[in-house]
């Protein structure tokens, strides 16, 4: 048995480790004893902070994402063709499929003729057709996910305009939809045609949350189920809920600035390696084709791709925060 037989063994038996210390260990004590003290306050407490929590706990809890249970648990086809959806840029699964297949040929092709290893090309065009979509994909949605966040308090206040002036909510969320640019428009534009077509307001915007699935828009949809349950200023309401998604996006941005200079570094100490390995390559190939033949090159070259990716995961733990 060759060593790299040995390494995949290894890695397959530490895999099956792993997996199965996952599966027997159950839930945390600490996180379920936690939870019970939580249920226990809610239930027991004369304070109307934890009394309008606890209210709020349940209506969470009652509005079930149906689009997105769907998208996860139908095929994985459908959640695909869902994050597609949330691109904005009307791509289809034909056009997903045929750009992978693509550039995983273009890859293996290029690969196989500058380094003559055909399991290693193939190996390289599958990693880069199915990676580079799927980070495209993601770009788009946190490029629409953005542009979205930053008019959607707009949307909110010109929503709080309307009912102060004695507008009710389906025909300002009309007026959203024509004056408001970008996805927020398109978004309550096919919010108010459900509407027209017979659905409910709640059932439409629920629907859209399910799609977008945005923490601002979720929020917005339990404001008017809570607001519809308990009544109330809906106006005052809304207002204060755009106040606070403005201040939510301000510290993403303070977070950002913060955390960019550590980003940068990540990114050029990441990169540097795979860039002086290209260029060393493409000067003189014989110098670094050993990393294409010999076993010792090869498991070094793995254990380092690995330990970097260790690196890499750990960083972008440390700057991502969620608010």
């Known amino acids: ?188 534009k096919s919010i108010t045609e459900r509407i027209k077509i017979g659905k409910t307001m709640e059932d439409a915007l629920q629907d859209t949350a399910d799609r977008l699935n945005m923490p601002e828009f979720s929020f917005f949809c339990i404001t008017l189920a809570i607001q519809r349950e308990t009544g109330g200023n809906l106006a005052e309401t809304l207002s204060n809920l755009a106040d606070v998604l403005r201040k939510r996006g301000q510290m993403k941005l303070k977070i950002k600035a913060m955390s960019s200079e550590s980003k940068a570094s990540a990114y050029i100490v990441g990169a540097l390696p795979f860039i002086v390995f290209g260029l060393i390559w493409f000067v003189n190939p014989t110098y670094i084709s050993g990393f294409f033949s010999d076993e010792r090159l090869i498991v070094i070259g793995l254990g380092g791709l690995t330990w970097m990716s260790i690196g890499g995961f750990i960083m972008a733990k440390m700057v991502s925060f969620e608010i």
């Open 1 to 188: 048995m060759s060593i790299i037989q040995l390494l995949l063994v290894a890695m397959g038996l530490m895999a099956f480790m792993v997996l199965g210390y996952l599966g027997f260990s159950g839930p945390s004590a600490t996180k379920e004893s936690a939870r019970r003290l939580q249920a226990v306050r809610y239930r027991h407490s004369e304070s109307t902070l934890d009394k309008v929590e606890a209210q709020l706990r349940k209506a969470v809890a009652a509005r079930k994402p149906r689009a997105h249970q769907i998208a996860g648990s139908q095929s994985r086809t459908a959640a695909l063709a869902l994050r597609l959806h949330r691109t904005g840029k009307g791509w289809t699964l034909s056009q997903y499929a045929y750009t992978s297949l693509g550039i995983a040929l273009a890859i293996t092709v290029l690969m196989y003729l500058k380094s003559g290893a055909a399991l290693l090309s193939l190996g390289f065009g599958v990693v880069a057709g199915v990676g580079i979509p799927h980070m495209a994909v993601n770009r788009a949605i946190n490029k629409r996910y953005v542009a979205f966040t930053t008019k959607f308090p707009d949307a909110i206040e010109l929503l709080v305009r309307g009912l102060r002036s004695g507008l009710p909510v389906t025909e300002t969320l009309g007026v959203i939809a024509s004056e408001v640019p970008g996805p927020v428009g398109e978004e309550f």
